[in-house]
């Protein structure tokens, strides 16, 4: 149920497969990787290119957050390249349905991102047939900010909403083991992590450290 995923924007990119390998002999079930295209956010990333190179190396569950408009043009390269879920950005997307039916087709899960400023509400009309959604915790285009804590109450929203459905809620931007609590608290079941994580290896006790305080305060 709880998952930590460690975003691997914070990682060292010149020793990238070493950091995924660390991260999942370290703990963690996903790695949630981080898709930027200088458009939609003023930041760039990687390329499905460098996610195939680490998925020869990784059994983690790849977890692609495209930040990027015209999403539904990178589906198909980075699903090829590994990814086994892809979320979207809702402020970029006119036609949601259309969109998630679109990544299901490729036997992939689905998912809805959030910007903060953004109303929960807008994801209601597709949440029954999404497989996550994600809140963001700061402005997405960076690691390393400062975690908003207004977004709780669209977990809680989001939470009331799904109906006891399988849906996951995913949180992201600013999570440590402190903050970890406070989601968890308001529905959170998976927990991005990127300067936390990678702050300083090993990465096993900060891993630990967020499980132990999500799954002790997980109310779901
Ligand atoms: C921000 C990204 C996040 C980021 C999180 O745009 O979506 O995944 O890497 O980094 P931290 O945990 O440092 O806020
Ligand atoms: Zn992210």
Same mark, same amino acid.
């Given at each position: 149920m709880i998952k930590i995923a460690p975003s691997i924007l914070a990682s060292d990119f010149g020793? $990238?497969?070493?950091?995924? $390998?660390? +991260? @999942?002999?370290a703990g963690a079930e996903w790695a949630h990787i981080d898709i930027m295209d200088g458009h939609f956010v003023p930041n760039l990333s990687m390329g499905p290119d460098i996610v195939k190179s680490i998925r020869e190396a990784s059994g983690l569950f790849f977890d692609c957050h495209l930040?990027? @408009?015209?999403?539904?043009?990178?589906?198909e390269p980075f699903v090829k390249a #590994?990814?086994? $879920?892809i979320t979207f950005h809702q402020e970029c997307v006119e036609d949601m349905d259309e969109l998630i039916d679109y990544i299901h087709s490729f036997g992939v899960k689905a998912a809805v991102a959030i910007k903060p400023a953004t109303s929960e509400e807008t994801i209601f009309p597709v949440l029954h047939k999404l497989d996550m959604v994600l809140v963001m915790s700061v402005v997405p285009g960076f690691g390393g900010q400062k975690?908003?804590?207004?977004? $709780?109450?669209?977990?809680?929203n989001i939470r009331a909403h799904k109906d006891g459905k399988n849906i996951d809620i995913q949180m992201d931007g600013g999570i440590n083991a402190e903050t970890a609590a406070l989601a968890?608290?308001? #529905?959170?079941?998976?927990?991005v992590a990127g300067s936390a994580v990678f702050?300083?290896?090993?990465?096993?006790?900060? +891993?630990?450290?967020?499980r132990k305080n999500a799954e002790g305060n997980y109310n779901g």
């Open positions: 020793a $990238l497969r070493e950091d995924v $390998l660390a +991260i @999942e002999k930040m990027v @408009e015209n999403p539904k043009m990178f589906v #590994g990814a086994e $879920l975690f908003m804590p207004e977004v $709780l109450d669209k977990v809680r968890a608290k308001a #529905g959170v079941n998976v927990f702050a300083k290896p090993p990465y096993t006790e900060t +891993i630990a450290s967020i």
